[in-house]
Nanobody, 125 residues
Framework: QVQLVESGGGLVQAGGSLRLSCAAS????????VAWFRQAPGKGRQFVAA????????YYADSVKGRFTISRDNAKNTVYLQMNSLKPEDTAVYHC??????????????????WGQGTQVTVSS
């Protein structure tokens, strides 16, 4: 069992930046692949980015490629999402999720075993 807690959300103007953090309760966090998903009001859960257990491999949704960067510090049991050049359409609740298979990067939300409560990101135009 692992608990995930997101932080770092907030209100930012278009073109601005935010860095989200996902802190895990387990010391063996490197044993999990981790992804970020987002959900805007009235819309389904959307894949944003994922990284494998070591952090060497990453994968991004086309909509954020070149603007967002996922990274992890396993010594701190934390995964980050650096978001630059934010757009109003990035407004959503951002959730991190962990998969017990550290090697698989998947965009399917139902493949992930553990979820955080989410952090709100609002981008004003």
């Amino acid at each position: 069992q692992v608990q995930l807690v997101e932080s770092g959300g907030g209100l930012v103007q278009a073109g601005g930046s935010l860095r989200l953090s996902c802190a895990a309760s387990r010391r063996t966090f490197s044993s999990y692949a981790v992804a970020w998903f987002r959900q805007a009001p009235g819309k389904g859960r959307q894949f944003v980015a994922a990284t494998n257990g070591s952090g060497i491999r990453t994968y991004y949704a086309d909509s954020v490629k070149g603007r967002f960067t996922i990274s992890r510090d396993n010594a701190k049991n934390t995964v980050y999402l650096q978001m630059n050049s934010l757009k109003p359409e990035d407004t959503a609740v951002y959730h991190c999720a962990a998969d017990q298979d550290p090697g698989v990067l998947t965009v399917l939300w139902n493949e992930y075993d553990y979820w955080g409560q989410g952090t709100q990101v609002t981008v004003s135009s």
